[in-house]
């Protein structure tokens, strides 16, 4: 009789941590966040492009870490000071930058026959970048004479 008890226990145990376990292998993953692609053009007119910005500081600033900025062509100048450094763009997180797109065409670069430059004027750096980020960035020119 206790063989028969400690047999059913020990079953009945196995198919309740069988249930437990299925069920905790059964929850809803949550959906990794998805990158968001950010639109920059001189005078910040991106054509049919939404998430449009004037220039790549203000796009970066914006961006979430992962986020794809393509930039068209054109000359971004200027700088801005940001924790005691000058320089015309300041990147703290994990982004993509792309340059060599035109307003009318975002899918496909072509930096030679659509410069993208990024130009501090002499005023400082022309990137800045600071942290654990991983950026990539390609298809522009960087100048600062």
């Known amino acids: 009789m206790k063989r ?9 145990l196995a198919v309740l941590l069988m ?17 968001t692609t950010r639109y920059v053009a001189p005078g ?4 049919a492009a939404a998430s449009c910005y ?13 986020d794809e900025i393509k930039v068209a062509q054109g000359a971004y100048a ?8 000058t320089q015309t763009v300041y990147i703290s997180k994990t ?3 792309r340059g060599g797109y035109t ?6 670069p072509d930096p030679v026959a659509h410069p993208t430059i990024l130009d501090a004027t002499g005023k400082g750096r022309v990137l800045y970048l600071v942290g654990p980020a991983t950026v990539t960035i390609s298809g ?3 100048r600062s004479p």
Request: proline share 5%; glycine share 8%.
């Open 44 to 47: 910040g007119h991106c054509g």
């Open 4 to 12: 028969l008890l400690h047999s059913t226990t020990t079953l009945l």
């Open 19 to 35: 249930i437990l376990l299925a069920l905790i292998l059964n929850q809803p993953t949550s959906a990794l966040p998805t990158a």
């Open 140 to 142: 522009l020119q960087i």
């Open 78 to 85: 200027g700088v801005s000071a940001r924790a005691g450094v």
């Open 54 to 66: 004037a220039n790549v500081q203000a796009a970066v600033d914006a961006a979430d870490p992962g």
């Open 95 to 97: 982004v993509t930058i």
């Open 103 to 108: 307003t009318a065409n975002w899918t496909t």
